[in-house]
């Protein structure tokens, strides 16, 4: 019986090893992807770094690629704006929600809530695009700037940072909840045991304990505001100038690239200009990335020092 | 029974889900006493110790019936407040958890979230119960590093220091030296031993030489059941049920 179950030993073991190496090979190919993208986008971005310094490209306002000025600063401007202004919206909501799941509802609702969280970090970004420019532009053009006694067009860096934030909330949502799923239940009944309130432990343990992990999904769902472009182009205004108020319009970067790349690039130097903007963006989400990884690697040692 | 009861469990039920862990568990527990309940994996030890503090609350699906008196107030009454309850037993679990942060906060910490804040009295406090637990000298240069840094057997004891620090009057270990090496555990066997002049001690432990060693009563469950109770010399030497003499002798577990 046993003999004939397996006619070709050989043929069986060398399937064995020969998927190991293409599935080593594959691994090895994905990542050369990220390092052939970033040397291509550096060897295409060395004429505008060879024109003007790193440190100018960065700090200068004026942005007149027919005269050959490249000033990145309105730019870098508008991305950080629109990105603080999504994450000063989305992170109470993120933590509050994740700690509610977690740490107070009950399971059933847990399981009916998480597929909402998922779908809504499926949607495509065109569709909440859309939904900034029919329901935001209008409420902000309409009551919030008036309320404040500003007129706005409604297109601005708040506009963009309301749109980027409900667009971060599902993934950071997610990531928190793993995070506190990883502190062990025994330390909840230690400090329940000690008479301490369910709040109480939320506060003193359960969040001391999270923190790293909820810093790390902060700083992922701040990359990926960082580097999302269609929504935010769509509500943000577009205006290359330093905006001064979450009323003003902005022009991020993302929405710089996607908005010129292919249609002015008989300008001299402008499609190296639009590259450089790549680099950076990438090498700004990269960190965060890192940073991050870092930060969850980090947790999951502690985890060991605490058990 | 010699002395008064301190925990009285009437006719005590609990499921989870469609599994009923526990049977019909009708049980005095005498005040200042250790009692040590045995019985093989799974047949309900930790959660009849668990239901003493309500410690099964958070646990979904759970469903509760009888009653658990402690010092005659039935804790199971909807009007009972639970933090109240609980502070009244300190509980050891399996392995140690320090909460994450200092020795000394890790003390400091029932104290301060029953709202004391005399700093000096939180000292104090401190130093008291961890010289209790036997732990002071070790740790009295250090006592505001990490707690996590401290050997598993020192855990434990932190961990015990911790639970008296808020006042209990009863003590509950889950095989609190399940973790631990043989040293550690005869520390914390000997902590036990002290701490019985003063408080209520009910111990989970799956090692007979160690309910031998500590017990006053033995409370035998198997299956879910309750099925011998009494002085531990008469349990552990003399069962009047087969299936303790049995499981004593190693024939089923």
């Given at each position: 019986m046993i003999k004939n179950r397996t006619p070709f030993p050989g043929r069986r073991l060398f399937a064995d090893r020969f998927s190991e190496k293409i599935l080593h090979g594959v691994v090895i190919v994905s990542g050369l992807i990220l390092i052939l993208i970033t040397f291509a986008l550096y060897y295409r971005s060395r004429p505008v770094l060879a024109l003007q310094s790193f440190p100018s490209l960065l700090l200068s306002q004026g942005w007149h690629p027919s005269r050959g000025e490249f000033g990145f600063l309105p730019f870098i401007a508008g991305t950080l704006w629109v990105t603080g202004v999504a994450m000063v919206i989305a992170m109470p909501i993120c933590l509050l929600t994740s700690i509610y799941l977690v740490e107070y509802s009950s399971k059933t609702l847990r399981e009916w809530i998480n597929p909402f969280i998922d779908i809504l970090a499926g949607i495509p970004s065109v569709v909440y695009g859309i939904w900034g420019l029919l329901i935001i532009v209008p409420f902000i053009k309409g009551y919030l700037a008036p309320l404040f006694g500003i007129s706005s067009s409604g297109y601005c860096v708040l506009a963009g940072g309301m749109v980027l934030a409900v667009m971060v909330v599902p993934v950071v949502i997610h990531i928190s909840m793993e995070v506190l799923k990883t502190v062990p239940n025994e330390l909840r009944d230690a400090s329940m045991s000690l008479g301490a309130t369910k709040w109480q432990t939320v506060k003193h343990v359960v969040m001391r304990r999270a923190m790293p992990g909820i810093v790390a999904a902060m700083v992922l769902g701040l990359s990926r505001a960082f580097g999302e472009t269609i929504a935010v182009l769509m509500v943000v205004g577009n205006l290359a100038r330093v905006p001064k108020s979450v009323f003003d319009p902005g022009y991020p970067l993302p929405a710089l690239i996607a908005n010129n790349y292919g249609e002015m690039?008989?300008?001299?130097?402008y499609d190296s200009a639009l590259l450089f903007a790549a680099l950076l963006l990438l090498l700004v989400v990269l960190y965060f990335n890192i940073v991050s990884r870092m930060i969850l690697s980090g947790t999951r040692w502690s985890h060991y020092y605490y058990a | 029974m010699e002395s008064k009861a301190h925990i009285s469990i009437q006719n005590l039920n609990i499921y989870y889900g469609k599994d009923h862990a526990l049977k019909d568990i009708n049980v005095e527990i005498p005040k200042k006493k250790i009692t040590v309940i045995i019985g093989p994996s799974g047949c309900g030890k930790s959660t009849l110790l668990k239901s003493f503090n309500r410690l099964l609350d958070s646990v979904d699906n759970v469903k509760i019936t009888g009653k658990v008196l402690v010092d005659g107030e039935d804790?199971?009454?909807?009007?009972?407040?639970v933090t109240h309850i609980r502070k009244k037993m300190g509980l050891l679990s399996q392995k140690p958890y320090p909460l994450p942060m200092s020795i000394y906060d890790n003390i400091a910490y029932g104290p301060r979230i029953h709202e004391e804040r005399n700093k000096k009295k939180i000292d104090k406090i401190v130093e008291h119960f961890l010289r209790t637990a036997s732990l002071w000298d070790e740790v009295k240069d250090k006592l505001h590093s990490p707690a996590s840094q401290l050997s598993v057997g020192q855990q434990q004891r932190l961990c015990l220091a911790r639970g008296l620090a808020v006042g209990p009057e009863i003590i509950l270990g889950?095989?609190?030296?399940?973790?631990?090496?043989p040293r550690s555990s005869q520390n914390i066997e000997a902590r036990f031993q002290e701490l019985k002049q003063q408080y209520t001690i009910v111990v989970v432990t799956h090692i007979l030489r160690q309910a031998k060693r500590l017990a006053d009563y033995v409370l035998f469950l198997y299956g879910g059941r309750l099925i011998e109770y009494g002085p531990a010399h008469e349990v552990l030497?003399?069962?009047?049920?087969a299936m303790t003499k049995e499981y004593i002798q190693g024939v089923i577990s």
């Amino acid at each position: 019986m046993i003999k004939n179950r397996t006619p070709f030993p050989g043929r069986r073991l060398f399937a064995d090893r020969f998927s190991e190496k293409i599935l080593h090979g594959v691994v090895i190919v994905s990542g050369l992807i990220l390092i052939l993208i970033t040397f291509a986008l550096y060897y295409r971005s060395r004429p505008v770094l060879a024109l003007q310094s790193f440190p100018s490209l960065l700090l200068s306002q004026g942005w007149h690629p027919s005269r050959g000025e490249f000033g990145f600063l309105p730019f870098i401007a508008g991305t950080l704006w629109v990105t603080g202004v999504a994450m000063v919206i989305a992170m109470p909501i993120c933590l509050l929600t994740s700690i509610y799941l977690v740490e107070y509802s009950s399971k059933t609702l847990r399981e009916w809530i998480n597929p909402f969280i998922d779908i809504l970090a499926g949607i495509p970004s065109v569709v909440y695009g859309i939904w900034g420019l029919l329901i935001i532009v209008p409420f902000i053009k309409g009551y919030l700037a008036p309320l404040f006694g500003i007129s706005s067009s409604g297109y601005c860096v708040l506009a963009g940072g309301m749109v980027l934030a409900v667009m971060v909330v599902p993934v950071v949502i997610h990531i928190s909840m793993e995070v506190l799923k990883t502190v062990p239940n025994e330390l909840r009944d230690a400090s329940m045991s000690l008479g301490a309130t369910k709040w109480q432990t939320v506060k003193h343990v359960v969040m001391r304990r999270a923190m790293p992990g909820i810093v790390a999904a902060m700083v992922l769902g701040l990359s990926r505001a960082f580097g999302e472009t269609i929504a935010v182009l769509m509500v943000v205004g577009n205006l290359a100038r330093v905006p001064k108020s979450v009323f003003d319009p902005g022009y991020p970067l993302p929405a710089l690239i996607a908005n010129n790349y292919g249609e002015m690039l008989s300008i001299p130097l402008y499609d190296s200009a639009l590259l450089f903007a790549a680099l950076l963006l990438l090498l700004v989400v990269l960190y965060f990335n890192i940073v991050s990884r870092m930060i969850l690697s980090g947790t999951r040692w502690s985890h060991y020092y605490y058990a | 029974m010699e002395s008064k009861a301190h925990i009285s469990i009437q006719n005590l039920n609990i499921y989870y889900g469609k599994d009923h862990a526990l049977k019909d568990i009708n049980v005095e527990i005498p005040k200042k006493k250790i009692t040590v309940i045995i019985g093989p994996s799974g047949c309900g030890k930790s959660t009849l110790l668990k239901s003493f503090n309500r410690l099964l609350d958070s646990v979904d699906n759970v469903k509760i019936t009888g009653k658990v008196l402690v010092d005659g107030e039935d804790i199971y009454d909807p009007k009972a407040e639970v933090t109240h309850i609980r502070k009244k037993m300190g509980l050891l679990s399996q392995k140690p958890y320090p909460l994450p942060m200092s020795i000394y906060d890790n003390i400091a910490y029932g104290p301060r979230i029953h709202e004391e804040r005399n700093k000096k009295k939180i000292d104090k406090i401190v130093e008291h119960f961890l010289r209790t637990a036997s732990l002071w000298d070790e740790v009295k240069d250090k006592l505001h590093s990490p707690a996590s840094q401290l050997s598993v057997g020192q855990q434990q004891r932190l961990c015990l220091a911790r639970g008296l620090a808020v006042g209990p009057e009863i003590i509950l270990g889950d095989e609190p030296t399940s973790a631990l090496d043989p040293r550690s555990s005869q520390n914390i066997e000997a902590r036990f031993q002290e701490l019985k002049q003063q408080y209520t001690i009910v111990v989970v432990t799956h090692i007979l030489r160690q309910a031998k060693r500590l017990a006053d009563y033995v409370l035998f469950l198997y299956g879910g059941r309750l099925i011998e109770y009494g002085p531990a010399h008469e349990v552990l030497e003399n069962p009047k049920e087969a299936m303790t003499k049995e499981y004593i002798q190693g024939v089923i577990s």
